[in-house]
């Protein structure tokens, strides 16, 4: 079989239709040295037993974060993902390359979006969701977006406590936006609402913040609603959602969330999943679409693709946004997860995450020279070494331990970052785990 569809001919066509002689010209912006003029340094074709044990030599050289004590989220958690949700999400009416929304065919589909949306509404305290978005730092873009279209003003003010990577992202994304960044702060206490002024669309505000600090955020709130803006709550760990206030209990208008911790594995990074919720009167001004439940002619209960503001479906002039698809499958297992915990559940999961944070957190503060910086967290939490935390993590790593993310590598340029170590902890660290890393840390420190 072929696999590369064009013929010589078809390439001299398509040269001669663009106005260039060869496939050189096309290049001819890039500098000859940073040109390949030879062939890559691939090793010749070969069986596929022989690819499958070269490819797991090259996989065995990572450390498997669910084979060793691991201390790392930084916006993706090690949580548990019962079977079930596997189990569920790839029957052959859900696993399919494409997300059907054609509601005589689709109901299924269309029931479990509407219920993931109720799910994302309920825990974030908003009045309505969508199921569009394709991870946090994305849905936080559409955030600011949507809300330069509603207050038609032009700047967006970031928090020093939002993830530094969606930071990025909305910079990339919210294109024609005024962004103005406030610097990180690790010990919280951030005075964002002195920011605020007459052409400020929103304020972006994650909780529990980058460095783990729980916020309170009435205040900042009252403050956006005096000056007409829109208040932004960004949430990278929704398992905080089951035990602390949610976000629409504390005034935000727009929350922008990633559901990676439910029903999702780290998957080296991505796919996850991005929840959007806001109050009612914004709904028109959503990114992506929307399920609504409705009755058919018979007066029998069924599911529609209610609301769809994306370019592919009306006049591009009239979209609020170009999402292509959607994390179907991951908003699949988010809901099933949530729905197999419940409401007990999900606070019961949530109390003991914050617990053996806590525990964890006091017995890291004992070590001679470790500093706790966050005072009030949920189950992520920074400390200060009395040395680099890229060295220590290191040593750790040597002991088989992975001790958390090194802020240095989130913040290069800033020095007072150089110490500094973002820890996580999740239901999944057990007390031999936690044992491991004050015993290690202890050794490397002495």
């Known amino acids: 079989m072929r696999y590369l569809p064009l013929t010589d001919e078809d390439r001299q066509k398509m040269l001669a239709m663009i106005g260039v002689a060869s496939v050189d010209d096309l290049f001819i912006d890039v500098p000859k040295a940073a040109r390949l003029t030879r062939p890559l340094d691939l090793p010749d074709h070969t069986g596929e037993m022989e690819v499958g044990r070269a490819i797991s030599a090259l996989a065995a050289q990572n450390m498997d974060a669910g084979a060793v004590p691991s201390f790392l989220g930084a916006g993706l958690y090690r949580h548990f993902v019962p079977a079930t949700v596997d189990y569920l999400i790839q029957r052959g009416e859900f696993l399919t390359a494409y997300t059907p929304y054609q509601p005589e065919i689709s109901q299924g589909t269309l029931q479990t979006l509407f219920e993931f949306q109720t799910q994302v509404a309920l825990l974030t305290g908003m009045a309505v969701a969508n199921a569009s978005m394709y991870d946090g730092a994305s849905a936080t873009a559409e955030a600011v977006l949507m809300a330069r279209r509603i207050t038609r003003r032009s700047r967006a003010v970031l928090s020093g406590g939002l993830h530094p990577h969606y930071r990025d992202v909305v910079r990339t994304l919210a294109i024609g936006v005024d962004i103005a960044n406030l610097p990180p702060k690790m010990e919280g206490g951030e005075a964002i609402?002195?920011?605020?002024?007459?052409?400020?669309?929103?304020?972006?505000?994650?909780?529990?913040?980058?460095?783990?600090?729980?916020?309170?955020?009435?205040?900042?709130?009252?403050?956006?609603?005096?000056?007409?803006?829109?208040?932004?709550?960004?949430?990278?760990?929704?398992?905080?959602?089951?035990?602390?206030?949610?976000?629409g209990e504390m005034g935000a208008d727009i929350v922008a969330a990633e559901g990676q911790s439910f029903g999702n594995g780290l998957n080296f990074g991505g796919p996850t999943v991005g929840l959007l919720a806001t109050q009612d009167r914004f709904v028109r001004q959503m990114p992506g679409r929307l399920c609504g439940q409705t009755v058919d002619v018979d007066g029998r209960r069924g599911w529609v693709l209610t609301l769809?503001?994306?370019?592919?479906?009306?006049?591009?002039?009239?979209?609020?946004?170009?999402?292509?698809?959607?994390?179907?499958?991951?908003?699949?297992?988010?809901?099933?997860?949530?729905?197999?915990?419940?409401?007990?559940?999900?606070?019961?999961?949530?109390?003991?995450?914050?617990?053996?944070?806590?525990?964890?957190?006091?017995?890291?503060?004992?070590?001679?020279?470790?500093?706790?910086?966050?005072?009030?967290?949920?189950?992520?939490?920074?400390?200060?070494?009395?040395?680099?935390?890229?060295?220590?993590?290191?040593?750790?790593?040597?002991?088989?331990?992975?001790?958390?993310?090194?802020?240095?590598?989130?913040?290069?340029?800033?020095?007072?970052?150089?110490?500094?170590?973002?820890?996580?902890?999740?239901?999944?660290?057990?007390?031999?785990?936690?044992?491991?890393?004050?015993?290690?840390?202890?050794?490397?420190?002495?």
């Open 193 to 247: 609402c002195a920011f605020l002024d007459a052409d400020t669309a929103c304020v972006v505000v994650q909780n529990p913040d980058f460095f783990g600090n729980i916020r309170d955020l009435k205040e900042i709130s009252a403050a956006c609603k005096a000056a007409g803006a829109l208040l932004i709550v960004v949430v990278t760990e929704a398992l905080s959602l089951g035990a602390i206030q949610s976000p």
């Open 308 to 446: 769809s503001t994306r370019e592919q479906h009306i006049r591009r002039e009239k979209a609020t946004s170009n999402i292509c698809t959607n994390s179907g499958l991951c908003a699949l297992a988010f809901a099933i997860h949530v729905a197999l915990l419940g409401e007990e559940g999900l606070r019961r999961l949530a109390a003991i995450n914050h617990e053996k944070a806590v525990a964890l957190a006091s017995k890291l503060a004992d070590l001679p020279g470790v500093e706790l910086v966050t005072s009030a967290f949920f189950n992520e939490f920074t400390i200060r070494l009395p040395s680099s935390a890229v060295a220590i993590v290191d040593d750790l790593v040597a002991k088989r331990v992975l001790a958390g993310v090194p802020l240095s590598r989130l913040y290069p340029d800033a020095p007072e970052f150089a110490n500094a170590l973002l820890v996580a902890v999740t239901e999944m660290a057990e007390e031999s785990d936690m044992d491991a890393l004050v015993e290690g840390l202890r050794g490397v420190l002495a």
